[in-house]
Nanobody, 129 residues
Framework: HVQLVESGGGSVQTGGSLTLSCVASGYERIVRRYCMGWFRQAPGKEREGVAA???????DYADTVNGRFTISKDDYKDILYLHMNGLKPEDTGRYYC??????????????????????WGQGTQVTVS
């Protein structure tokens, strides 16, 4: 059973930076073998994809964060990261880490599979003012 625990959220001013972490446990090398993604949900809005990475390290980003956010992972520590720079008020929301296996490869597949992920963390709140 895959378990995901996010941390690193907080309140920052516009233009600030945060790094989110997601620790995976339950099986060996989850981050190495699964699609991993960051998703967010703002109050009153649907959950949306932010960034994702496949087993081989191929990444994909939502247009709204491309160039400002960077997803990375540590295959040996089983940790997924989201480095966020140039934060804007519209980045405010609860950020969730997700993991699962999907056919094919590529960060785009992992990012578009928003509604297919079976393993989710509890989320961490990011507030930008």
């Amino acid at each position: 059973h895959v378990q995901l625990v996010e941390s690193g959220g907080g309140s920052v001013q516009t233009g600030g930076s945060l790094t989110l972490s997601c620790v995976a446990s339950g099986y060996e090398r989850i981050v190495r073998r699964y699609c991993m993604g960051w998703f967010r949900q703002a109050p009153g809005k649907e959950r949306e994809g932010v960034a994702a990475v496949d087993r081989e390290g191929a990444t994909d980003y939502a247009d709204t964060v491309n160039g400002r956010f960077t997803i990375s992972k540590d295959d040996y520590k089983d940790i997924l990261y989201l480095h966020m720079n140039g934060l804007k008020p519209e980045d405010t929301g609860r950020y969730y880490c997700a993991a699962d296996r999907f056919p094919g490869s590529g960060g785009g597949i992992c990012l578009r599979a928003l509604n297919e992920y079976n393993y989710w963390g509890q989320g961490t709140q990011v507030t930008v003012s």
